[in-house]
């Protein structure tokens, strides 16, 4: 079955820490997409990555960077050098590629608190 | 480039109405799916529709219903509202699906009193 883990619920650095949330996933599928949404207190969430099953390459974007490892199953994200403005709940998510589950499986979320 | 467009914002509805909620996607997404989040249940997928027809449906009752027009705007419906009811809701829209990536909406806060 499809699960998302996100164990850590809430987290709390000061400025210019850095932060590594964590996400382990599950599924039976070879092909699936992985993703990691932010979500400000606004409500939206933001779209931050998608990585596909295949493509194991770590990704950095700025101050972000994703660690994809297939063998543990896990994706996990981190924010070198945290800012005030990234404090968000984060949700890394799944998808598979199997006809008709077209939807994203989300974890239950990290809430993170940067304070100044 | 315009965003995913939820009408309205916020509602506020009393036990047993029902209540349509309104979603435009992005210029040229054909995919709209829809999700609700509640502190207890997290984010959970309602149903996404392509090209006006339902692909997928999530675990809820047949109260949530939904639809999708020619020119891809998308509203769900909920009926005989029940207090758990209250929750965000939002809509995603990708040209394709879900593996593709989605773009959310801000969402509808409903509150069902």
């Known amino acids: 079955a499809q699960k998302v883990t996100q164990a850590q619920t809430e987290i709390s650095v000061v400025e210019k820490e850095d932060v590594t949330l964590d996400c382990v996933y599950e599924?039976?599928?070879?092909?699936?997409?992985l993703f990691w949404y932010k979500q400000p207190p606004s409500g939206e969430l933001v779209f931050l990555i998608r990585r596909n099953s295949f493509d194991e390459q770590n990704e950095i974007s700025g101050r972000y960077s994703w660690n994809f490892q297939k063998s543990t199953s896990s994706f996990n994200f981190t924010i070198t050098a945290s800012q005030v403005v990234d404090s968000a709940v984060y949700f890394c998510?799944?998808?598979?590629?199997?006809?008709?589950?077209?939807?994203?499986?989300f974890g239950t979320g990290t809430r993170l608190q940067v304070f100044p | 480039k315009a965003g995913v467009t939820q009408t309205p914002r916020y509602l506020i509805k009393t036990r047993g109405q029902q209540v349509t909620l309104s979603c435009s996607p992005i210029?040229?997404?054909?995919?709209v799916s829809w999700y609700q989040q509640t502190p207890g249940q997290g984010l959970q997928f309602l149903f996404e529709y392509f090209s006006e027809t339902q692909r997928n449906k999530g675990n809820f009752p047949g109260r949530f219903s939904g639809r999708q027009f020619s020119n891809s705007r998308s509203e769900m419906n909920v009926s005989t509202l029940e207090l758990g009811d209250s929750a965000l809701y939002l809509c995603?829209?990708?040209?394709?699906?879900?593996?593709?990536?989605?773009?959310f909406g801000s969402g509808t806060r409903l509150t069902v009193v």
């Open positions: 995603a829209s990708s040209q394709t699906g879900a593996y593709y990536g989605y773009t």
């Open positions: 599924t039976r599928d070879t092909t699936y997409y």
């Open positions: 210029s040229g997404h054909r995919s």
């Open positions: 998510a799944l998808s598979e590629a199997i006809k008709g589950t077209d939807k994203l499986i």
